[in-house]
């Protein structure tokens, strides 16, 4: 089985589509090329932000291979195999297999409830023993499956039972679970985190793994956080931490896909409207976000 060495900013890749919900799959390499010449670390794929669950398992796989291609292993890549049916989350993750993918991720599907630990512990486990060549990063966002369980004690519940389980997408702002999880199981376990308007909180924790949205367009102001960090200048990160958080919060008054898919367009990537049943920005609400985004200096260039 690979080792699971990738840490970094890593970019939740937006998947692409026209106004019909068809793959408009030529968006991607530019993008893919924009943001390894800034220095991004990875991706992730067909996740919440690249709508892996409204999409079918054709485009899944069409959009997989449009990026596993484009990035031609110039850095790593997680590709997100959740689905309601077992069998074709198997089949997903397979097909990650085959296109050399780094790692794996999924959340387990919530229609029919996970009311306890040990259930959490058996879905889990049965999603993931279908292999055991890649690493399984397991995706909790409680505010996406409604599973509110603390990760440390899913944890400490699964200790030695799934070899494949190599890390954790922390997709939450219960900051104390997240570096309990980090001190007691950060030896065998890669923790990621999720939450990119909690950025400079969970970097001052010792986080050196973030995996988001907002890294698509914001990644030279969250290089500058970092920066400012390892130099020892508080007041540097903080100050590009603010901007950073009032950019999202000036976004989040929309519906938080269908704005970052407007800024993209914005920013001269355009990948479309959100497939159903996002509903995409009307043209006044767009106007009004560029008119925020330009505010709060989102288009403005970040000096090196």
């Known amino acids: ?30 993008l893919v090329d924009h943001l390894v ?44 195999v959740s689905h309601a049916s077992h069998e074709t989350s198997t089949l997903l993750t397979k097909h990650a297999i085959e296109v050399g993918a780094d790692a794996v991720s999924a959340n387990l599907p919530t229609y029919y409830g996970i009311n306890n630990l040990d259930h959490l512990v058996y879905g889990v486990q049965k999603m993931v023993d279908c292999q055991d060549e890649l690493p399984f990063i397991y995706y909790h966002i409680p505010g996406k499956t409604g599973l509110n369980f603390k990760m440390y004690d899913f944890l400490e519940a699964i200790a030695g039972r799934l ?4 890390g954790i997408k922390y997709t939450a ?29 969970a970097l001052s924790l010792g986080t050196d793994a973030f995996i988001g949205s907002t890294y698509n367009f914001m990644l030279p102001m969250y290089q500058k956080i970092v920066e ?22 000036g976004f989040l008054k929309y519906d938080g896909l269908s704005a970052q898919k ?43």
Not at 37 to 49: A, H, K, M, N, V
Not at 287 to 295: G, I, Q, T, Y
């Open 228 to 249: 400012h960090y390892n130099k020892n200048d508080p007041k540097g990160a903080i100050t590009q931490y603010h901007q950073v958080a009032e950019i999202i919060n």
């Open 173 to 201: 702002g219960n900051l104390d679970d997240y570096i309990r999880c980090e001190h007691t199981f950060g030896k065998a376990l890669k923790m990621y985190f999720g939450v990119d308007e909690l950025f400079l909180p």
């Open 262 to 304: 407007a800024i993209m367009k914005m920013i001269g990537h355009d990948f479309g409207p959100p497939k159903p049943p996002v509903r995409p920005l009307l043209e006044a609400q767009y106007k009004d976000l560029n008119l925020v985004m330009e505010r709060q200096g989102l288009f403005n260039p970040i000096p090196h």
């Open 37 to 80: 010449e800034q220095g991004i670390d990875g991706f992730y794929l067909t996740g919440s932000t690249g709508e892996g669950m409204s999409c079918s398992i054709e485009q899944r796989m069409a959009i997989v291979e449009t990026y596993m291609q484009a990035v031609n292993k110039r850095v790593p890549v997680i590709i997100c």
């Open 163 to 166: 070899p494949q389980l190599k």
């Open 1 to 30: 089985m690979k080792k699971l060495e990738l840490k970094g900013i890593i970019a939740a890749g937006f998947s692409p589509f026209d106004v019909d919900g068809k793959l408009k799959l030529e968006a991607i390499p530019p």
